[in-house]
């Protein structure tokens, strides 16, 4: 069983543009993508997504910006997006939220980080590991120490909570505004 291990913070515009510049520096850059990403209005963290190069569902068990949580992904080739999206909506699962994003990833020793620029919600960091469950502990302060090492003050989950809870109020207009 894979659980992700996964730290984000908040960051500013500047420190998005140093960030990028040092991990293209400092680490194996990966892709940049356009990302769309569905979550459904259902009990579980139930999501659909497609960026440049494919589409995959996936769930995320747990709670909401827990830093550990278990996942499970589905990968599928680009145009079939559509057709998932048909599926959950004939499975009467509609849009919750819609996330418009500009992710780069980047290989980081054993760790993968996105730098990414949300539409309507802002800029982030995240750090991840996906590891085994006895592991998951250790890869988490792990991961805090390389925020420590960024000078990245990570971001509470209380904030992440309530800058969702808003993001997922307006998003609609959030993602119409130029």
Request: aromatic share 16%.
């Amino acid at each position: 069983m894979v659980y992700e291990v996964e730290i984000r913070s908040f960051i500013s515009k500047d420190e998005y543009s140093e960030l990028i510049n040092f991990f293209d520096k400092h680490a194996n850059f990966l892709s940049e993508s356009d990302q769309e990403t569905h979550y459904f209005d259902c009990n579980k963290d139930l999501r659909i997504q497609k960026n440049n190069n494919y589409s995959k569902i996936w769930l995320k068990l747990g709670k909401m910006h827990d830093e550990k949580r278990k996942e499970i992904e589905l990968m599928l080739k680009k145009e079939d997006f559509s057709k998932a999206q048909e599926l959950f909506n004939e499975l009467g699962f509609n849009v919750k939220i819609k996330w418009l994003r500009k992710r780069r990833e980047y290989e980081w020793g054993e760790f993968s980080v996105c730098i990414d620029y949300t539409k309507g919600y802002g800029y982030i960091i995240e750090v991840e590991k996906l590891c085994e469950e006895k592991d998951k502990d250790y890869y988490e302060n792990l991961i805090k120490s390389k925020f420590d090492e960024l000078n990245v003050k990570i971001t509470s989950k209380e904030e992440f909570s309530q800058k969702f809870n808003d993001y997922e109020k307006n998003w609609k207009s959030l993602i119409n505004k130029n």
